[in-house]
Antibody, heavy 124, light 108 residues
Framework: EVQLVESGGGLVQPGGSLKLSCAAS????????MHWVRQASGKGLEWVGR??????????AYAASVKGRFTISRDDSKNTAYLQMNSLKTEDTAVYYC???????????????WGQGTLVTVSS | SYVLTQPPSVSVAPGKTARITCGGN??????VHWYQQKPGQAPVLVIY???DRPSGIPERFSGSNSGNTATLTISRVEAGDEADYYC???????????FGGGTKLTVL
């Protein structure tokens, strides 16, 4: 059974940093690209970014709203993906989901499994 | 950046057919995926690659994609189908995943 479990959310002040983790199990993590998607309360889904597998050079991509502030990484030995968030803003307040990519090497595709999400609140 | 446009809301009576649209420039040339999200839950994939259904998703859910519009069709709508629905594509020019704004399906 595929499982994605996020952790690390919490309350942080504007300008602060937070690192989210996503522990994966039930599939070959090292072969899968992983995405982070967020959702502010009462709002829609927003893609945050993605990291590809080692076979695809761990290539990353980020939404314009977080580029330069957020960094996605992974540790295949621990079956874990990470989202390092720096220079946090109040508008980054959201539930952050870790998701598994299904598709081709170009990046086309969808996400088939989602974690339960972890809440990040940026407030003074 | 590529933009997907969905109607904010769609209402339908039980047993009828609901159609939720997702508009985008030449979206017919892209693969479209659909997600269902119920309150307090993570999204669930209901249609991928325009019209394929994951295992466990009822045949009542179907999808199509042509021109500038993709459509999620839910036949014989049930109360349990009430949820938010999101379309999603991959924008090759930016290498970004893109979600539509979401459509709230209300079962009357």
């Amino acid at each position: 059974e595929v499982q994605l479990v996020e952790s690390g959310g919490g309350l942080v002040q504007p300008g602060g940093s937070l690192k989210l983790s996503c522990a994966a199990s039930g599939f070959t993590f090292s072969g899968s690209a992983m995405h982070w998607v967020r959702q502010a309360s009462g709002k829609g889904l927003e893609w945050v970014g993605r990291i590809r597998s080692k076979a695809n050079s761990y290539a990353t991509a980020y939404a314009a709203s977080v580029k330069g502030r957020f960094t996605i990484s992974r540790d295949d030995s621990k079956n874990t993906a990470y989202l390092q968030m720096n220079s946090l803003k109040t508008e980054d307040t959201a539930v952050y989901y870790c998701t598994r990519h299904v598709g081709d090497a170009s990046g086309d595709g969808f996400v088939d499994y989602w974690g339960q999400g972890t809440l990040v609140t940026v407030s003074s | 950046s590529y933009v997907l446009t969905q109607p904010p809301s769609v209402s339908v009576a039980p047993g009828k057919t609901a159609r939720i649209t997702c508009g985008g420039n030449n979206i017919g040339s892209k693969s479209v995926h659909w997600y269902q999200q119920k309150p307090g839950q993570a999204p669930v994939l209901v249609i991928y690659y325009d019209s394929d259904r994951p295992s466990g998703i009822p045949e009542r859910f179907s999808g199509s994609n042509s021109g500038n519009t993709a459509t999620l069709t839910i036949s014989r709508v049930e109360a349990g189908d009430e949820a938010d629905y999101y379309c999603q594509v991959w924008d090759s020019s930016s290498d970004h995943q893109v979600f539509g704004g979401g459509t709230k399906l209300t079962v009357l």
